[in-house]
């Protein structure tokens, strides 16, 4: 009844109605009303105690300040900080004699290949003697054995580029090489090269005998196209003949993981009529390599263009 009387005393000094025939509820109520602010009864310990409300107050102070850091967040999210970035197209943003040679290619037309070539050859921006490209989309899976086209092709008018040829064969090949025009012959000398990881080559020719010497090199022939293969005519009996294909103009062929074949047929310095029988001889090979399991379409698309060229669209034949 102590707090009661205390209520009471404190209602008689803001001189309210009240006896002690209100309850506790009625008397707190009547001083709240009377605007004096009705003090809080505490527990000496759990939810009711001073440590545990003021912990309350410190946890829902602490969401009040949470909630309105995201409220500010999402309202710098929502200011404009300026106008759309606008992306031009990208013939806009090549050179302004890039942009010259496009006009010359009607996008929607697909060219024979006698035109694709000639249009090759004026299209070509670069100052230096452009590369003329050939790319050609296959309808072919190359996760299956029989689809994963690869084999090489002599091009009548080689492919303009200096082939530096090594030759890894017993010393009874050495001179046979040596004369078919090999930059690097050698056996156990090419070995300690390798161990250095110099690779002073475009092509290594091998013989069968030898090619089991060079599977520890796979790491650093294989991911550079170097590896010798029997496909790609890298490994041969006969080194002599073997050398001169590939200084002659001999060059190798894949489709990638994309079901596309890329090969460089030449430059731009040999003129229409080198490059057509070129890329004819390339299509001859590639039409060869068909998979017996393709049934329809083999080619689907082709495309031919400049090393920095606009691409030309070359009808199927």
Do not use: W
């Amino acid at each position: 009844m102590t707090k009661k009387s205390d209520l009471l005393a404190e209602a008689s000094e803001l001189k309210l109605n009240v006896s002690a025939k209100n309850t506790i509820a009625e008397i707190e109520a009547a001083i709240k009303q009377a605007g004096t602010p009705v003090e809080k009864t505490v527990a000496k310990s759990g939810k009711r105690s001073t440590k545990a409300i003021k912990e309350a107050e410190e946890k829902q102070a602490k969401e009040d300040r949470k909630a309105s850091k995201v409220s500010d967040e999402e309202k710098t999210e929502t200011v404009k900080k300026g106008p759309k970035p606008v992306t031009r197209p990208l013939i806009e943003r090549r050179s302004k004699k890039y942009q010259e040679l496009a006009k010359l290619i009607d996008k929607t037309k697909l060219y024979s290949i006698s035109e694709a070539v000639e249009l090759a050859t004026k299209t070509s921006p670069s100052k230096f003697d452009a590369s003329v490209e050939i790319h050609v989309r296959l309808n072919v899976d190359p996760r299956h054995a029989d689809q994963n086209i690869r084999s090489t092709v002599s091009l009548p008018h080689g492919s303009g580029k200096t082939i530096r040829v090594a030759v890894f064969a017993p010393e009874t090949d050495h001179k046979d090489a040596k004369s078919a025009g090999a930059d690097v012959v050698g056996d156990e000398a090419l070995l300690k090269q390798l161990d250095k990881e110099e690779v002073n080559f475009d092509v290594l020719i091998t013989s069968p005998q030898y090619m089991p010497k060079l599977g520890k090199y796979a790491r650093l022939l294989g991911p550079r196209g170097l590896m010798p293969n029997p496909k790609s005519g890298t490994v041969s009996t006969n080194i002599a003949k073997a050398v001169k294909e590939a200084k002659a103009g001999k060059v190798e062929y894949r489709v990638d993981k994309q079901s596309i074949v890329h090969i460089a047929i030449g430059k731009v310095s040999f003129g229409s009529a080198k490059l057509l029988d070129n890329s004819k001889a390339f299509f001859d090979s590639l039409q060869s390599q068909k998979p017996s399991s393709i049934k329809g379409a083999y080619i689907k698309s082709i495309n031919m263009s400049t090393t920095m060229g606009p691409g030309i669209k070359v009808e199927l034949f």
